[in-house]
Every structure is written in C-alpha cells, then in structure tokens.
Nanobody
Framework: VQLQASGGGLVRSGDSLRLSCAAS????????MGWFRQAPGKERAFVAG????????DYGDSVRGRFTISRDIPTNTLYLQMDSLKPEDTAVYYC?????????????????WGQGTQVTVSS
C-alpha cells in the first residue's frame, strides 16, 4: 500500500489542523494505521493509532484529549484532527500502515510509511 500525507502547515498556538493520509494499492480496511511525529534532534514518536478493524484507538500521552484519529473507508483516507495545538507539537508528521495490526505498535512494526508533512506551531 502507498501512503501520502498532507495537510501540514504553519499555525498559531491554540489553533486546529487536520492531517490526511491517502492510501492506495491495498484494501484499506485491513490495515492498522498510525500517526508518528519527529521533531528536530528527537526520535520518531507515536502520536495516535487505530487497529485494523477500526474499533480501537490509542494516543500518546502528550496528545491525548487534543488529537483524534479517524478513517474513512470509502475514500481510503486516514485523518488526524489536531486541536489546541502547542509549540511542542511542531514536527514532521508521518502516517504508517501494517496489515491486520493493533492500535499501538512500535514504529518498527509498521511496514508502510508516508512521506511526512510538516506541522509548525508558533507561540
């Protein structure tokens, strides 16, 4: 499956942003999906995940209650709604997929990755 992330940009603290990840080349409903982010000088970190059946989601501690992961099967699109953004959310955001996976996996468990989209939050 091929993934293409989009929707990043420059926003102010407190603003909202929605990232999208368009999937192609596979049966989208069979894939567990995740969002990760990587800030300069830091390791790639888990942000949010959804299991393959879509009935379970998980979030990183720093984003829980502010970010929401969702998917639209008919359009093969994964979303990350980000509200109450903070400067520390600044990073490149990546979407990832693995066949029949769970909702929270280490980055190494994902087989497919999008190219990343930059999110910058100014104070």
């Amino acid at each position: 499956v091929q993934l293409q992330a989009s929707g990043g940009g420059l926003v102010r603290s407190g603003d909202s942003l929605r990232l999208s990840c368009a999937a192609s080349g596979g049966t989208f409903s069979r894939y567990a999906m995740g969002w990760f982010r990587q800030a300069p000088g830091k390791e790639r970190a888990f942000v949010a995940g959804m299991n393959w059946s879509g009935d379970r989601t998980d979030y990183g501690d720093s984003v829980r209650g502010r970010f929401t992961i969702s998917r639209d099967i008919p359009t093969n699109t994964l979303y990350l709604q980000m509200d109450s953004l903070k400067p520390e959310d600044t990073a490149v955001y990546y979407c990832a997929a693995v066949l029949y996976g769970g909702s929270r996996l280490e980055s190494g468990k994902y087989d497919y990755w999008g190219q990343g989209t930059q999110v910058t939050v100014s104070s």
